[in-house]
């Protein structure tokens, strides 16, 4: 029978540590697995590192009336299932091996009340501080380089989250959408005791939440109490219906872009819990940034790896620019200005190996609109009310159902200011500098020396934060990012991780 090593005191898993030489992979677990725990396992592989799976019934997680004693405990099923999905060992402790003094004679955390004020915390007192008491314990005893927990358990996965950045941990924290069977129910250990009669009933939770989401998305109004009582009538018992603040956990009107519904009902003597995010458009992410800092190269490879709609505003400023120089036209002189750009047909196109095209008024510039010639006067035609006004329009048309990465210098201040998401992407001149040298080597062009390189880039900066019209600046609740010594890569997973921090897997699951 193929299964992990089960380890169950801390000096064998201590042994086992210190022969590692590969990041450490961490997913916790209280046993009575499944395949929504072997899909957090599988996740944990694509880090290439090893894979501790925990098993602890934590007593402090469970009331007085709570199911402790009946909770699932299956240990070599769940080896056997735990080295299917990928997991190089098991660590299962006993509770005299975590508390050795007795739990009452250990110390025990407290959870933020602002976090468990509502949901399962106003319910369950004490639950969360049980789960933040053992999820210490268990981090310091492994030092993971990453901790997979799920998501089906949203209140929980925040206050985990919390603890582990008000602590500075140095653990980087993935997430997994909740996983359900084929009938939508959310896989839970609890799902073992609901025979045929009562899974048919349940099936009801996850079914009213999803019409919910689906109704909101459509624009119609939520009645918490209608769906209260649709779950009744299916023979389940409310214990909270719910809409929070996906972050802050705390009772908010539908009015904003992400929302979490969650519920718990009982079906019969089983409790279940299960959540939607209700959100009415799709996620933008707004990168701005100063000449030079790769806003462009980022920008694309970031849409791609979340599945997202690259929109390089920066190549409709230069379009526009272009189209200002062929005609001659002073970008001072509005009414000639406007009279142009009222015609502009403005396009991207897909080429056959995946690059944007720019496509204006029929012709395709793509090549044409990164010249030195464009580049050294875009700036100038950019701070022009009637350029900015019509390409700010479109943008923002573009926008209206979501799902883009938008570049540029206003994109979070003017063009998108309700963005899931603002960074600002910036570097030093000197870095800036370097890869202008090279961007204009590898596509032919003349290149100046480099105290040239830098002077323009200090010229273009002043020009572009000191114009009157949406000059280039921070949006306040932007994150700003600075690249030097960073590769495409690295800037890459770092405003992934910044993604993930704003909007779950569930919400805009990666393609990947």
């Known amino acids: 029978m193929n299964r992990c090593s089960i380890l169950k005191t801390y000096k064998e898993l201590q042994t086992w540590l210190n022969n590692q030489s590969l990041k450490i992979c961490f997913v916790p677990t209280m046993g009575g697995l499944h395949p929504g725990h072997g899909e957090l396992i599988r996740q944990a592989t694509v880090f290439q ?19 402790y004693a009946k909770y699932p405990r299956s240990l070599e099923k769940d080896a056997e ?7 190089d060992v098991i660590w299962a402790p006993s509770v005299q091996e975590i508390f050795p003094k007795g739990i009452d004679n250990h110390f025990k955390i407290k959870a933020p009340k602002s976090l468990k004020a509502n949901l399962c915390g106003s319910n369950r007192k004490g639950h969360f501080d049980g789960v933040a008491t053992i999820i210490i314990y268990l981090l310091q005893s492994i030092k993971p380089d990453i901790l997979i927990l799920g998501e089906k358990d949203w209140q929980q996965f925040i206050i985990i989250r919390t603890l582990i950045s008000d602590l500075r941990l140095p653990i980087k924290l993935k997430g997994v959408a909740t996983v359900r069977d084929q009938d939508g129910l959310a896989l839970s250990s609890r799902n073992k005791y609901l025979n045929d009669n009562k899974k048919k009933a349940a099936l009801a939770l996850p079914q009213e939440l999803q019409k919910a989401a689906k109704d909101n998305k459509q624009g119609k109004k939520i009645n918490l109490d209608k769906i209260a009582l649709e779950l009744n009538r299916s023979g389940l018992e409310v214990e909270y219906l719910e809409v929070v603040d996906p972050y802050k956990m705390q009772l908010i009107d539908i009015n904003k872009n992400l929302c979490l519904l969650a519920a718990a009902v009982r079906c019969g003597e089983t409790r279940l819990i299960d959540h939607v995010f209700l959100m009415n458009k799709n996620p933008i992410i707004a990168i701005d940034g100063p000449a030079g800092a790769g806003k ?24 526009v620019t272009l189209l200002i120089k062929q005609n001659n036209i002073d970008p001072k002189n509005h009414i000639h200005v406007r009279e142009v750009i009222e015609t502009l047909s403005l396009n991207f196109q897909k080429s056959s190996d995946g690059e944007q095209k720019v496509i204006m008024n029929g012709n395709e510039v793509t090549q044409e609109i990164r010249s030195p010639e464009v580049t050294n006067f875009v700036s100038k035609v950019a701070a022009e009310l009637p350029v900015r006004e019509f390409l700010t329009t479109q943008q923002q048309e573009m926008g209206k159902k979501g799902g883009l990465v938008a570049e540029g210098r206003d994109i979070g201040s003017t063009v998108f200011p309700n963005a899931e998401l603002k960074i ?12 202008r040298s090279n961007d204009l080597k590898l596509k032919g062009f003349p290149v100046p020396d480099f105290a040239t390189l830098e002077q323009e880039i200090i010229s273009r900066d002043e020009m572009d934060s000191s114009r009157e019209l949406s000059p280039l600046r921070k949006a306040d609740d932007a994150i700003e990012v600075i690249t030097d010594g960073m590769n495409i890569d690295e800037v890459i997973t770092t405003l992934i991780d910044l993604f993930r921090l704003k909007i779950p897997e569930e919400v805009w699951p990666s393609p990947f």
């Open 49 to 67: 590192g090893k894979i501790v799976v925990s098993i602890f019934i934590n007593p402090l997680q469970f009331s007085a009336s709570e199911d």
């Open 81 to 87: 299932l735990a080295y299917r999905y990928g997991a």
């Open 296 to 319: 462009s190269t980022v920008t694309k490879c970031l849409a791609k790896q979340l599945g997202l709609t690259y929109l390089d505003t920066g190549a409709m400023y230069r379009a």
């Open 424 to 435: 600002f992407l910036t570097a030093s001149t000197a870095e800036r500098a370097k890869r």
